[in-house]
């Protein structure tokens, strides 16, 4: 888990952001991954939170949104820490290694060994984003906070109304441990092991028979795309999912 740190962001933190509100909340104003990328681009379809201009323009200044990610997570740690409470912990010096190796193991200075580090930081950041953001979540088809609800709220349903999964990844457990697949499973089943969820999709199946639940799919390159048609709508489903 230490390595996780490696990247600029604390996996305290992730723990937080990620399995207790994420996993919890996902698309609604308590999932802390809808919010923590504003003003920079908002998912939410609400034009008072963020006009249809501005919208336009997060796209346009989304690859900085990407790259600055990482960045902008210690930024903001040390900053809370400084003006606040103190957030950061003896593990947060680990990103350091990566630019102390730099200078220690090859003949680069400490401000080019510095500038190197910021640039694989960046990088990293970058596809991270790419992948992250383009993953499950975010599709006009999909719930998120503003949109009808269903009148069942069974926690199980809500899940699944905020995911559209990745069908291109299964058939390969690299792709699907590297770009979040089988996101369903993974959301209903967060402690289980990725290699074994493969094996729920008969019992998944059935039970959204049951529930009349939908498992949606789609390809990478038409998730991006949706992702950025969440990003440009301001009005909210009037229709509940499983309607």
Not at 85 to 110: K, V
Not at 112 to 138: D, Y
């Amino acid at each position: 888990m230490y390595t996780f740190n490696m990247s600029m962001m604390n996996f305290c933190s992730w723990r937080i952001s990620h399995a207790l509100s994420h996993h919890i909340y996902p698309n609604s104003y308590l999932d802390l991954e809808l919010s923590m990328f504003e003003p920079l681009v908002c998912w939410i379809p609400n034009p008072y939170i963020k006009s249809k201009m501005m919208r336009y323009l997060s796209i346009v200044t989304e690859p900085l949104t990407y790259c600055i990610a990482f960045p902008l997570q210690k930024a903001t740690r040390i900053i809370y820490s400084l003006r606040y409470n103190n957030i950061m912990y003896w593990h947060d010096i680990l990103s350091l290694s990566i630019p102390l190796a730099i200078f220690l193991f090859s003949d680069l200075s400490l401000l080019l060994s510095l500038r190197q580090w910021i640039f694989i930081t960046m990088i990293a950041s970058f596809a991270f984003c790419v992948i992250g953001l383009n993953a499950a979540h975010h599709d006009p088809e999909i719930y998120h906070e503003g949109d009808a609800a269903r009148e069942d709220r069974d926690w199980g349903l809500f899940q699944v109304d905020t995911i559209i999964d990745r069908g291109d990844l299964k058939g390969s457990q690299f792709l699907v441990l590297t770009h979040f697949g089988d996101h369903i499973l993974h959301h209903l089943f967060p402690t289980l092991d990725h290699g074994i969820l493969p094996q729920l999709y008969p019992v998944l199946y059935e039970t959204l028979d049951q529930f009349k639940g939908k498992l949606r799919e789609c390809n990478h390159l038409e998730h991006m795309l949706g992702q950025h048609m969440q990003l440009l709508r301001t009005t909210p489903n009037t229709k509940p999912q499983g309607s």
